[in-house]
């Protein structure tokens, strides 16, 4: 599987000057906005070069510190896993001499419940534009920043999240990139706005570089070193935290390996972030049993630290592959901050059209 996103909150302003711009996307825009992926989708309808997948997932679970039912694996504000439909294209433009580029569009109607208003949210994941320009891919739009674990692993169906998702990067951002594999690796670069979900322009940027060793497809392993610099604003799903960017420089290492049926995933980060000194541990564990590995059980361990804020999440879980569209997920997770147990249940179902 694999890590298209725009905003709730995106566009009650619009500025000439794009240094205190912001373009949110309310409630007006929203049908004009999912009526361009209708048109789009039917525009790119299935052929040789098209791949149109549907997703469809039901979700619920409690909080001990909301002491309520809930109906998000993290933060209602965030936009990890919710009851939502959603759909995901990948059309490939192909030339004499093969593939020459591609277009992602993976887009999410959601079912949100911020501040107990209960609401539908558009969530735009990959949304960019990839040209094969022979020395490199290039792309632009919304997609996977190069920086960390999260720049080649997905986590858009699944339950436990990973350290951009808690402050450290962005699992998308809105901006531009390249990247090149090598029979020993990967190296990827890119720069884009910091700000993750919505596109703000005040002054925000993040640039961004991986170089990573190992084919994980191949040599069942990955490792990689991380640098980002830039001055990225602070937003949690389409919501902006803090309204000014401030200065960051992170170092990184992060390493995937396979090994029969155990998985291993790591990311150690640190340095400044937002001008506060910040650092952050990520491991997970996680056993595939049963036929086809359709059983996996996972654990997983996260320390962050920013500033004088620090928060230990420990996360596990199971996910059951019913069939072969369609997966059953469960989840535990304690949030030391928060003095938050959380537990949380999941149909997800992504089948071919």
Known sequence: MSHLELSNCLGRRFSRDFENTAMPLDHHWKPLIIGLFL???WGFRADAATLIYAEAQALAGYSSAEDKAVYASKDARDVMQKPSLGVDLL????????????????ARIAYDTQDDEKDAELQLYNAYFKYKAGFSDLWVGHNRPALGLSSYFDSHGLLLDTIAMNGFGYDRDWGAGAYRDFEWGNAAF???????????FKGNYLASFRISRGVLAQDNYNTGISMAYGKPLETMGYNLMMDEPKETTLVGADGTWLWDNFETRVEVMGGRNREEDAKALFLRFGIHLLEEGRL?????????????VENTILSAGPAYQLTADLTLRAMYQYDEERDDHRMIFQLYWYSRL
Not at 95 to 105: H, I, Q, T, Y
Not at 190 to 200: A, E, F, H, R
Not at 296 to 308: D, F, H, R, T, W
């Open 91 to 106: 059309h490939r433009f192909t030339g004499e001499s093969g593939d020459r580029g591609a277009f992602a569009l993976q």
């Open 39 to 41: 048109v789009v989708g």
């Open 296 to 308: 996996a059980l996972e654990i997983q361990p996260m320390y962050v630290k920013i500033g004088n």
């Open 190 to 200: 890119s720069i884009t706005t910091g700000s993750g979900m919505p596109v703000y």
